[in-house]
């Protein structure tokens, strides 16, 4: 029984003596249980793995960054009128009044492996020519599909193949404080990747589109980023950058972004027609103020919800038609509540022409629902 003893008390004396010589000098050999405190991300055959620290958004910025693209555009020069002018000539040569060729600079996301690209209207337009650069260097011209002015959004189409393409997320679900990348092309330095948080949602009255529902993010977004992708922290497209604001042109930590909501309507919209169609009722509504509710005869206890108040209704349009009438309070369309003149005209624009839909009407202190049949709003002129 001794000597059992004995052979016992060496074997675990040697046993520990070898794991402290390997704790001691090559202690990832022991490391291969589930605790990590690192993430893995699996790298292509033939590299080795690159460790991640947690919390990283390494991963994200992998999985969109592909999928966000440089756009190069130019515009030929303005031939100068006067050039056929034998005295202008004369004093200026044949030179004189010839403009420099205009280029600009943006982003712009793939989202579809037909090579659909979604960017911003003021990205792409005017100009005569598009250079799309991929990131990982191929270059493809671009053709205009179609644009949206009243959102800022424009769609491009590009002929490749093997194309990266990004993977829609939800802005509906987004909350002020979710963590946010910024990816694009500022400056023309290369593609770049910032991160931030939501500051805000659903700003408008910004004077920026007719149709305003931004997102507000403090990641850095400068100019060139315009069209670039806003990413959660899995990689996927919760927005379209679109614009900051700046008193020096730099980031100040004040950037908008179009909801990838707003973004998969008006690509789905061009793709299948061509335009985007949005709905009209023809009226002329204002924000609720305690002047024109007293103007209206209005008791202020029954607009305490809120709701937009109609100071004019055009002649024979769809809500003439339906029965509304100056004086009355729309407090919701199609059961979504409305507060300002911007949330009934996204609402309303929402609507699909020729179709009925309730509005929420108060009037003279009585709610009541009325039935209108939108017709199409009109599309605003081409700037030139």
Known sequence: MRKFWLLFSQTVTVFLAAYFVVATLKPQWLDRGPGNTLAVIEAPAGLPGVAAPAGSFAAAAKAASAAVVSINTSKAAARNPNMDDPWFKFFFGDQGGQSEPQVGLGSGVIVSPNGY???????????????VILNDTRKAKAKIIGTDPET?????????????????????????????LAIGNPFGVG???????????????????????FIQTDAAINPGNSGGALVDTQGRLLGINTAIYSRSGGSMGIGFAIPVSTGKQVLESIVKDGQVTRGW????????????VEAFGIRPDAVKAGGVIITGVLQNGPAAQAGILPGDVITDVGGKPVRTVTELLSTVAALKPGTQAPLGVLRKDKKTEIMVVPGIRQRPKVRR
């Open 117 to 131: 690209i979604l960017t911003n209207n003021h990205v792409v337009e005017g100009a005569d020519d598009i250079e």
């Open 281 to 292: 009722i023809g009226v002329e509504p204002q924000d609720l103020s305690p002047e024109l």
């Open 191 to 213: 593609q770049t990747v910032t991160s931030g948080i939501v500051s805000a949602l659903g700003r408008n009255q910004l004077g920026i589109n007719t149709f305003e529902n």
């Open 152 to 180: 800022d959004l424009a769609i491009l189409k590009i002929e490749l193949d093997k194309l990266p393409i990004i993977v829609l997320g939800s802005s509906d679900t987004l909350q002020v404080g979710d963590p946010v």
